[in-house]
T-cell receptor
Framework: DSGVTQTPKHLITATGQRVTLRCSPR?????VYWYQQSLDQGLQFLIQ???????AKGNILERFSAQQFPDLHSELNLSSLELGDSALYFC???????????FGPGTRLTVL | GENVEQHPSTLSVQEGDSAVIKCTYS??????FPWYKQELGKRPQLIID?????GEKKDQRIAVTLNKTAKHFSLHITETQPEDSAVYFC???????????FGTGTRLLVSP
């Protein structure tokens, strides 16, 4: 157990819908990262927050957005969902940048 | 930006043999290189990491070597066991930047 929690574990929804994925970092970690992992694919970096502020953006679609709240938990919002958005979404946290990242268990999103 | 290439994409060994996975990176300013192990359907877990001021690091059966001049780093697993079977990802990050760039992964299969 890495100390990073993610909810829900599984999510099944339809095209065109909107979902919210939630992540709670390890106690004391200020950085939160979101990654997308499609079937048999690598880890694609989406976005990073540090102490409530956006720090870096990867290949995140405009239909996706995220935020980090004052209690440091983070939410990833996915809207106008398409079949191709089906993937595992991982959250990771670290004390600061350039430190080891600890991954949560992931949320498996299935878009039908 | 940073680009990380990883080889081989699949690797099959017999139990007890050694396994070597290699990664090359493009940004000479990268200074942190973690390795993650991901079992099927589970979270990536950090197994070892190395910083640019060190050439080699070892932890029991696992070792990582870094050649800054050639911009490549390698994961070495000795005395492989069936439970080592997983997908292994290398990654690189540059100090001051926020984005951890992952390699495409190596699927290691250790046969009893």
């Amino acid at each position: 157990d890495s100390g990073v929690t993610q909810t829900p574990k599984h999510l099944i929804t339809a095209t065109g819908q909107r979902v919210t994925l939630r992540c709670s970092p390890r106690s004391g970690d200020l950085s939160v990262y979101w990654y997308q992992q499609s079937l048999d694919q690598g880890l694609q970096f989406l976005i990073q927050y540090y102490n409530g502020e956006e720090r870096a953006k990867g290949n995140i679609l405009e239909r996706f957005s995220a935020q980090q709240f004052p209690d440091l938990h983070s939410e990833l919002n996915l809207s106008s969902l398409e079949l191709g958005d089906s993937a595992l979404y991982f959250c990771a946290s670290s004390l600061d940048t350039n430190n080891e990242q600890f991954f949560g268990p992931g949320t498996r999103l299935t878009v039908l | 930006g940073e680009n990380v290439e990883q080889h081989p994409s699949t690797l099959s060994v017999q139990e007890g043999d050694s396994a070597v996975i290699k990664c090359t990176y493009s940004d000479s300013a990268s200074n942190y290189f973690p390795w993650y192990k991901q079992e099927l359907g589970k979270r990536p877990q950090l197994i070892i990491d190395i910083r640019s001021n060190v050439g080699e690091k070892k932890d029991q059966r696992i070792a990582v070597t870094l050649n800054k001049t050639a911009k490549h780093f390698s994961l070495h697993i000795t005395e492989t066991q069936p439970e080592d079977s997983a997908v292994y990802f290398c990654a690189a990050i540059r100090a001051g930047f926020q984005k951890l760039v992952f390699g495409t992964g190596t699927r290691l299969l250790v046969s009893p």
